[in-house]
């Protein structure tokens, strides 16, 4: 595996100002729809999922299930509420995901060159972070943040930000962890919303402006965003390519609920098009 994605998978609720629906989601399946741009078969994916979910979705993305554990109970469900201020409540039902579950770890991963803690509870991360370090020494691990946990435990989060080799987070994120404590020496991705995303490495920012859609549901945009970045790095892609494509599809996705609308999947074509015709 060029990449394995950690993290959960289920169903999202979106209640925005343009509707709601339930789709595929969780965390850990978004970034695998934004990381499945290149060849999924080299993209592993963790997580316990209950055995009410289909598993159809994940399955058609093409990447590699051996990490996916299947036990009997709920699969996670997330309640996301988008306001017409840009700010979103949150809550979730873990079902029988709520604890990192290290021993489902494949030891057939272990040769991977980078694993992605996509969103969850920073405990998890966490535990994961310890486990991963001790088993898988040479590998590099990224971490994505969310404001929900960096509001709720920020000190928590940010010991998980100390432990990584790359950091995730949107502004607020940012704000919420870093605006009265000292920034880690860690590299950060940092994302702007509408404005994009920059990449952050020893204080100096360089950033990617993205074309602003208007926003029909946002939910896994960040997802998208590091799944296509994290792919196209493990590819060998320069940096400031990855993240241009990342934003490309970030902004498909927004437009439309779900991370399986036509729009996103029609930008995923293009960037896996453009990327293996200049190779
Ligand atoms: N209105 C928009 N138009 C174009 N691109 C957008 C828009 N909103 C978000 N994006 C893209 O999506 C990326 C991620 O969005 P955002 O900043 O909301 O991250 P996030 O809060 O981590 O998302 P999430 O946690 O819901 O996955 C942004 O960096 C940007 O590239
Ligand atoms: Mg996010």
Known sequence: MKLVIVGHIGLNEDRTPHGSAVSPGG???????GAAVLDATQVGVVATVGDDLSLAPIRNLGVNLLGVRVARGRSPRFYI????????????????????????????YRLTRHVHLATAPPEQQLAWLVHLRRVLPRATISVDM??????????????????????????????????????????????????????????????VRATREE?????????????????????????????????????????????????????????????????
Do not use: W
Not at 81 to 108: C, K, L, N, W, Y
Not at 177 to 192: D, I, N, R, T
């Open 27 to 33: 965390a850990a399946y978004a970034c695998a729809r």
């Open 81 to 108: 509420d988008q306001h017409p201020d840009g700010r979103r409540t949150f809550s979730v039902d873990f079902g029988i995901a709520t604890e990192a579950a290290p021993d489902s770890f494949p030891q057939a």
């Open 146 to 207: 969310f404001e929900h946990f960096a509001e709720r435990d920020g000190a928590l989060c940010r010991q998980v930000c100390r432990g990584a080799d790359l950091i995730f987070m949107n502004e607020e994120e940012q704000r919420l962890l870093f605006g009265g404590h000292e920034h880690p020496p860690v590299p950060a991705v940092v994302k702007f919303g509408p404005e994009g995303a920059g990449y952050c490495q020893d204080g100096q920012l360089t950033r």
């Open 215 to 279: 926003p029909v549901d946002t939910t896994h945009a960040g997802e998208i965003l590091a799944g296509v970045f994290l792919s196209l790095r493990a590819y060998g892609l320069p940096r400031q390519d990855c993240l241009a494509h990342a934003v490309r599809a970030a902004a498909a996705k927004v437009t439309q609920f779900g991370v399986n609308g036509d729009a996103l999947t029609a930008t995923l074509d293009r960037i896996r098009a453009e990327v293996t015709a200049a190779a």
